[in-house]
């Protein structure tokens, strides 16, 4: 990692790699003039395929934010109707139903609106990476992204459930689009994996058109702070021992083993601007070790996930089970050595922003063809202004680029928000 990152230092190296992507992007332009009408009439000739029956993937997408928001509001208020007498949370040793919750709020179905639930991002979003987490809560209230957006609660995630099965409907009835949605484990406690496989497997969350990908939340300090964990080997023993049991024993975890099948890979995720020390390297503390209340480094989380995901994976093949890729959240904020981490241990990253300031690391990029999601509404709202978003010219410069949504509940309008993000980025830089 050190040796990368003296090469993305370097001087005569940062020259020559610009150079070149300079050269590719300039053949693109050339490219497009030469070719322009000879592709459309080739891409008129296909039969029954064009921009909207085209298949695509949404492969960077939370799960907990991939309706938008008038999904939401319909969906609440008709729970609200239909299941007002049921019991949904606790205060305390009280149940408190339904009905209960939103009268402790002052307020009835009739009264909600999309404004009201102010779950989109706005102006005050922008680097506050804190508001933009604040934006998960319908009407502010935990509570409610307790009750209809988390898979373990007392209802045992039923509203999350039927929640996504809408969203299922919708993307069968399309046909044409497909989704990776990410679920949480958080590394807490060694039963996670148990509950999160046991509430798709009893709730029968499945559809052909998605497959699941595991976020990793990088919050080792707060769990530290709150007594959740000894030291950083706890969370690296719950996120992966029970993956281990049901790859050599599949029946010591039934539903696990069948809701495995369905993983595609696994995510790390957090504010990417949290100041640390980025640098990894032998004398830092293994995972046993790491007790104290400081968050590790980026690289420090990815390493550990890394090599537990290869081993992992080697098992796995043994067994003629399927494998998982390691796809994290990289190069939104923060340093550069976040995508010198990623380009040595991860098979492609969501967002990828910095790498426009780093042309040694983008060139790399370029050559290993890695897979970049980029979600330029998201980062509209977040980090970089949409006419400064550097995916046209990643694109031009031929490298491995894919749209992505990430939170439709906080950045679409729409029933098709990948459909959304096509259409904007078409319009806006002529594609």
Not at 283 to 305: A, G, I
Not at 321 to 333: I, Q, V
């Amino acid at each position: 990692m050190q040796t990368i990152c003296g090469y993305v230092c370097d001087g005569p190296l940062k020259s020559f790699c610009f150079q070149r992507l300079s050269f590719l992007q300039s053949k693109f332009k050339l490219h497009s003039p030469l070719n322009e009408v000879r592709e459309l009439a080739e891409q008129k000739a296909v039969s029954h395929r064009d921009f909207y029956n085209v298949r695509k993937v949404d492969t960077h997408i939370h799960a907990a934010a991939c309706m938008n928001q008038k999904h939401l509001l319909r969906f609440i208020k008709r729970s609200l109707k239909q299941d007002g007498d049921l019991p949904v949370s606790k205060i305390g040793t009280k149940a408190l139903t339904l009905q209960e919750v939103f009268e402790s709020m002052n307020l009835s179905a009739f009264d909600l609106t999309t404004d009201m639930l102010d779950c989109h991002a706005d102006r005050s979003t922008f680097h506050r990476f804190d508001k933009f987490n604040a934006k998960y809560n319908p009407i502010g209230e935990s509570r409610l992204r307790e009750i209809f957006m988390k898979t373990d609660n007392m209802v045992n995630g039923k509203y999350f459930a039927n929640l996504l099965k809408e969203v299922f409907v919708d993307l069968e009835d399309g046909k044409y689009t497909n989704l990776e949605l990410r679920l949480s484990v958080y590394g807490r406690s060694v039963d996670e994996w148990d509950k999160l496989a046991h509430w798709a497997v009893s709730n029968n969350v499945y559809s052909d058109n998605n497959r699941w990908l595991i976020q990793v939340p990088r919050l080792y300090d707060i769990y530290r702070v709150h007594n959740s964990v000894d030291n950083f080997q706890d969370i690296i023993k719950c996120l992966f021992q029970p993956l281990f049991e049901v790859t050599i024993d599949p029946s010591s975890h039934p539903d696990l083993h069948k809701f495995l099948q369905y993983v595609s890979g696994f995510d790390s995720v957090d504010d990417e601007s949290k100041p640390e020390n980025a640098m990894f390297d032998i004398d830092v503390p293994t995972p046993d070790e790491w007790s104290w209340h400081e968050n590790p480094p980026y690289s420090y989380y990815l390493y550990y996930t890394f090599v537990n995901i290869t081993v992992l994976n080697q098992l796995r093949e043994e067994r003629g089970l399927n494998t998982f890729k390691f796809r994290p959240h990289c190069g939104e904020a923060g340093p550069i050595q976040h995508l010198v981490s990623s380009f040595m241990m991860c098979e492609s990253i969501s967002h990828g922003l910095l790498l426009r300031k780093a042309p040694v690391v983008q060139y790399l990029y370029y050559l290993c063809q890695m897979g970049i999601a980029m979600s330029p509404l998201s980062n509209n709202s977040l980090f970089l202004d949409y006419n400064r978003s550097p995916l046209p010219d990643y694109l031009m410069r031929g490298l491995n680029i894919s749209l992505s949504t990430d939170d439709p509940l906080q950045f679409h309008f729409t029933k098709e928000p990948l459909m959304e993000e096509f259409s904007i980025a078409a319009s806006v830089w002529k594609l």
